[in-house]
Structure formats: structure tokens, C-alpha cells
């Protein structure tokens, strides 16, 4: 796997029971991944020497993240490197005017978009589409709402212009909420897809994944189901694909993708039958996959968020002590506010119960100040999944 | 962790997500724990000197099996190495006469045993118990059936003498079943146990374990677990006590007993909300112990031994499309006929269902001649834990 961050090692952690040799090519010998993966190269993944390098005798390579140059990827597979997914499936989880162009003329349901150059483009593109707000996004390397500038004013959309990277211009959707799922298909063509579940964002990171999604329609999780599947196979990848989307009056549309191990797919860990990082494992050896049942009737992830606060050891006891049950998911990163340094995964019947301890125990792993969310009372509400009248077949649960 | 076998490996798996930085003393780089683990240190637990070395900067150290000399592990305890268990606690582990002893002592039911240097005790013995067949064991170094004997006459009997090492003798026990129980306890005091647990050998080597016990009555079960944390806490034990159990005219007598993760708890993996190997580490870590519950109905564990076929890639692929809910474990052992080279669990609400799947699993797995054993047909009955009129409390399930 190239890159070493915590998707790498997770999967690490996957390869072990499957007596898979998994090796990472990291930044540095600290890299998340690193820390415990027993064959670790460090090395640039904007080296074409050392990716060659690296693959050497691997019977399969994959990604930890969209960020290997493209033509990189187009040498490797001109050497017969087994990359999974490849460079022409991958050029659509780098590019996202790419992605948007590829996905419209399959007609897979995606927001209002076109290129940005520039400002008039952008004024065009806002009269065509629903007015102000719009979205400007990098068309390429942007991550947790890195990339992505939501601009209220022709002023406010100049001024990332301004930062001259190539930008694309996206409709806002006014959405009633963010759903996310991930599929599964290997070369020799096996196709799984694993339950819809429900994201809650703040400021662009992810916070919370509630799985399954709860009280959304079943007609719209078999489409979202069929929607990811049918991508995979159009797109010709190999290994996981992630789609996030957006449930917008009541339709579906595809917000981002990603083709690797997400983190809208940690609660497979524990909550589903196959995690997702063994799943992926799986896929890119092309071994038979996994069955993505739920093994728990609910399973609720929430993402621990640095502080400031460095004893980690100090609240990782505290957490233990006052939740047996929980699952406790750290990554060895060092402190930095806002970053992803783990997760938490809490499982069973109870979902209000289940947000309220996950919500709790990451709220308290976060370093410093951030302790007080760990009260219950700032447990917000979730997006509504089926608003009234909107979704007759949607039941909460 | 001393000792680099399939144990250390799949607790090196289980200290990935606490973040903890796990090392391994391995006898060879080629050892199942070393190839997954980040900092594996080649050594021989035989040497006090490898052995300070190996725990310079460790938190705790802990054991992978019973076999590091006692001399050594009280010299690392005068000089405040953090053992768990300590030396004091692994002696009952390391000594089978020892263990019986204080077992006895403290009321704990047993099979009768006495020391046996030489025949005339053995006869003796023989005359105050049960009589043929008795049961000679090394006292030291035996596992998996290696250093016990069935002898059926003084003339092998006086076969094992001749083998120049320390025995002792027990009363064979004509046992309905042979039960397992995982207690484990902290430094801090804290203690849990799993459910108890059904354990089929044969030819001494434990093939399939079955949680929790069929038919089980409720009283012996939680008689069992008393026993097992009642025995934790009399003995010192930190960390985990596993305690093989005969039932024998609706009594439990103690088996063996081992203060490190246990075959018998494999199926935690996935069939408990927190692992044995977890369980571990936080326990000689200090850290507040898991929920022990179930995380399935039942779970259903085969043991997968070595064959003659070297084309376990194949073997892997086969079973993983014959049925991808199967969780299989591979140690990247290399074959050799009979020994464990990995296991499978079944979980779900069939419990007839998942000893076949399990059992199949593993048999297709083994390398070679015994395939057949994959048919279904084949499949043993469970020994009786609750014969008809025994265990008026015992229901099947």
C-alpha cells in the first residue's frame, strides 16, 4: 500500500489473520502506518524510482490516498505493476472535473457543475444553476473539506481564484442529508456493496457515520446500493469505492468518491461481518469477498479529533473505564488540532444510546479543550434522513 | 511479548487499534509473530541477557508461552522488570506439581495426582485411585497432548520413566466433557471472565471449540467462572488464566491451567465484544478491562493443522468463495504435518450449522491428505456435556 496513514495501517491490521505480506511505502518511519507495519519502505510516492522500487515482488499495489502523480501510475502499469485500482479507474477519484464528466455521461445523478477558469465563468455558471451560494472546489488533491470553499459573493469566489489552482464551480445543495456508500469489486468482476449508512460533517471533517442509515427509505438504499455497484463496474475499479451523496428533495446525487479503504467504512471493523480494510485486501489479491452483513443491529463511529491536551494515555483509561463496550480505534499520530488521530465504534440495538457514547468517548480522547462536548446534552440531532412527507417509506428507527 | 508464535501475533493485531507500541522477542525473523510485527527483536528467551535486554523500556512485559526458565524470571523481578504475569503467579504454570498442589490447597477440585519417580509410586498410586489406565505428565514443558501419557500397564508406564524426565501421575479421568474458562486480571485487581466454553480434542490437540457450551447447566457454568476468577485472584495472575476443565459425574475438576491468550478463547476474535488478545493487553497494561459478552449467539472455532499440500493460496481461495462469512486466521506458519498453522470461526445462531461450516473450513485448509475430512458426514458428535439424567439443569441448544 502506498502511503502510510492510518487507512494503511487499518489494513495492515486487516492483512495479518489473512497471512497476507502487507508492506507501506511511508513518508517517514513515524507515519501512522509505519509504526506497525513490519515491512515498511520509507520513500516519496512522487518518486516514480521509488514507487518501482517498492512494487518490486508485491502481487498486488494500492493506495492509502488519490495523491501518486497520474503518470506515475501510467509507467507502473506500462511495467505490468499490478495497480489496484489502475491509473484510468483512479484518474476519476484524482480529477474531480473528470469524475463529474465521466459520471454525467453514464447519467449517474451528480450536482450542477462546470470548469472555473474564471470569474466569468463563474457568474454564467450561478445564473444557469440555483443563484449564490456556489462551490468552488481544487480539481485535484483535496481532502476533510480541504479544497473545497463554499462562496456566498462574486467577491468570495475571486478570492480563491486568487489562489491559482485549478477550480471547478458546483451548485450548493441544500440537502436534507450527507449518505455515503461503499462497494467492492474485484478484477475477476465480484461485486459486494455494504449497507447505506448516514455521515454527519462539521466544518467539512467528518464526525459521525450511523450505520445503517437510519430511517431512510429502502427503495433509496437499494438505489444507492445499485448506483455504487454500477459505478464501480463502469469505472473499472478494483478494490473499494466510496461514494458520498448527498439526499436532496428527496433524489440522489453523488458528491465525492474515493477508491481505497474510507472513513465512512470504519464501523466495519467490528459492525459488519467483513471490514472494509479486509475487504479490500481481498479485492486486490482478487480472493473471493467477504459478506458485508451487519453483525450488530446498529453500529454508530465517531471520529476522535486532536487537541491539546497530549496524555492520551491518561483519557484513553478514563474512556476504557467508563465504557467497557466501546471500540476504541487509535492511529500513534502525533497531536495536531483537528486532525483524524482515531475512532470509536459503538454497537447494539440502542442508536440514540449508541451517538451518545460515541459522541462521549471521542468527545473526551480529544486532546484539551475540547472535553465539555463530552456532555450528552450537546449531542446535536441528526439530519433528518425522511422528513415528513417526503419519503413515505422511510420509518425511523 | 517473549515467544514469537501464533499468540503474539494475534496479540500484536489486537495492540494496533489501542495504540500501543507492542514488541516481540522472537526466537527467528521467520517466527509468526515477527513477520507482522514492527519491532521484533531476534532473541533466545533461554538468555537472562537477551531477556534484559529485550525489556529495557517496556511498560510491561508479558509471555507468548510457559518456557522461559523461573531463575531467569526472578531475576527480572529483583530488578523491577514489570512481569505479568510475575514469576510468582507463572510458577503455577510452569510446574504442573506445583499447580496441583496449590490448587489442592486452596480447595480447588482436581483429579487426584501424586509425584511419580518411579514405578513403585506409580503402583501405589494406582492402588488408591481409579487404577488402569493412570496418566503420566512431564511436569514441566509439555502443550498440545506433547508430555502426557495414558498408560494402560506398569510396562508403559515404565516406557515413560525410561524417558529420564519429571513425572507425575494422575487418576485418568473418564470425563463427559471438557470445558474451558478465560478469566483475566489486572495489576489494579480488576477481573472478568468469558463464557465458559466446550473444548473437542483429539489425539491431545484441541480441534474445535464451541462458545458458549452446549447444554451447559447455568449452576456449573457459573461455578466455572467463579472458579476461574476466584483462581486469578488466589494465584497473582495478571493478565489472562485460561483453566481446561474435565466435567466428570456433573463435577468439574481443573485440567490444566495457562496464564497467557489460550486456544480456547480464539473465537473472541470476532465471536466477543473485546478480544482475549485485547483483553490482555490491557489487562498487564493496567488498563480498564473490556466487556466480555458475546458478540453472536454462538461461535464455533476449528483449529486448522498442517498437511502435506503446500498450495495454501489456493486452499485460502477455495474456502473464501465456498463461504465468505467464514473468519479464517492464517499464522504464516510454515507446514508441518499436525501442527496449528491457523484457525477458523463460525458465528451465527446455528450451532449445528456453524460446527459444520467451521469443521470444513479448517479441513479444506489442511494441506494435503486430509480433504476428505471437508465432508460433512464426517462431522463428530459433540461429547455429552448434560447425559440424560446427569445434569437435571442442562437443556441443549
Known amino acids: 500500500m502506498v502511503g502510510g496513514g492510518q487507512l494503511a495501517r487499518m489494513t495492515c491490521q486487516a492483512a495479518i489473520p489473512l497471512g ?8 517517514s518511519p513515524a507515519d501512522s502506518a509505519a509504526q506497525v507495519c513490519a515491512a515498511t519502505t520509507v520513500g516519496d510516492y512522487r518518486s516514480l524510482a521509488d514507487l518501482q522500487d517498492f512494487a518490486a515482488g508485491c502481487d498486488a499495489v494500492t493506495f492509502d490516498h488519490e495523491h501518486v502523480p497520474a503518470g506515475h501510475l501510467q509507467a507502473l502499469e506500462r511495467a505490468s505493476v499490478p495497480l489496484h485500482p489502475g491509473p484510468a479507474a483512479l484518474h476519476h477519484a484524482q480529477d474531480k472535473l ?10 449517474v445523478p451528480c450536482p450542477r457543475f462546470a470548469p472555473a477558469p474564471g470569474l466569468p465563468e463563474i457568474i454564467d455558471f450561478k445564473e444557469m444553476s440555483r443563484g449564490w451560494p456556489v462551490v468552488l472546489k481544487a480539481t485535484r488533491g483535496g481532502y476533510d473539506g480541504k479544497g473545497v470553499w463554499v462562496c456566498e459573493t462574486p467577491g468570495q469566489a475571486a478570492e480563491v481564484l486568487g489562489y491559482g489552482i485549478d477550480l471547478m464551480v458546483e451548485e450548493h445543495v441544500p440537502f436534507e442529508a450527507e449518505l455515503a456508500v461503499l462497494a467492492v469489486r474485484s478484477p475477476f468482476g465480484q461485486g459486494a456493496v455494504y449497507p447505506v449508512v448516514q455521515t454527519v460533517q462539521r466544518d467539512g471533517i467528518c464526525r459521525e457515520v450511523l450505520a445503517p442509515a437510519p430511517g431512510l427509505a429502502p427503495s433509496l438504499a437499494r438505489e444507492a446500493e445499485a448506483l455504487a455497484l454500477r459505478m464501480a463496474g463502469e469505472l473499472g475499479v478494483t478494490g473499494l469505492l466510496a461514494v458520498e451523496l448527498f439526499l436532496a428533495d428527496g433524489r440522489l446525487l453523488v458528491n465525492e468518491l474515493a477508491m481505497r479503504p474510507h472513513n465512512c467504512g470504519h464501523w466495519t471493523i467490528e459492525g459488519a461481518r467483513t471490514s472494509q480494510f479486509e475487504q ?50 487509535l492511529y500513534g499520530k502525533a497531536m495536531r488540532p483537528g486532525r483524524k488521530i482515531g475512532h470509536v465504534t459503538a454497537l447494539g440495538p440502542d442508536l440514540a444510546g449508541l451517538r451518545r457514547r460515541a459522541q462521549a468517548g471521542a468527545a473526551y480522547l480529544r486532546w484539551g479543550e475540547a472535553a465539555a462536548e463530552a456532555e450528552p446534552a450537546d449531542i446535536e440531532p441528526v439530519p433528518a434522513v425522511s422528513p415528513a412527507g417526503k419519503l413515505g417509506e422511510g420509518t425511523r428507527t
Open 280 to 329: 479490500h485486501l481481498r479485492a486486490v489479491l482478487d480472493l473471493p469477498l467477504g459478506v458485508t452483513a451487519m453483525a450488530a443491529p446498529h453500529a454508530v463511529m465517531a471520529n476522535v479529533l486532536g487537541g491539546s491536551d497530549g496524555d492520551m494515555l491518561g483519557r484513553l483509561h478514563h474512556v476504557l473505564a467508563a465504557d467497557p463496550a466501546l471500540r476504541v480505534h
Open 20 to 27: 497476507v505480506r502487507f508492506r507501506v511505502l511511508a513518508d
Open 98 to 107: 473528470a469524475m463529474r464528466r465521466h459520471l454525467t455521461g453514464l447519467g
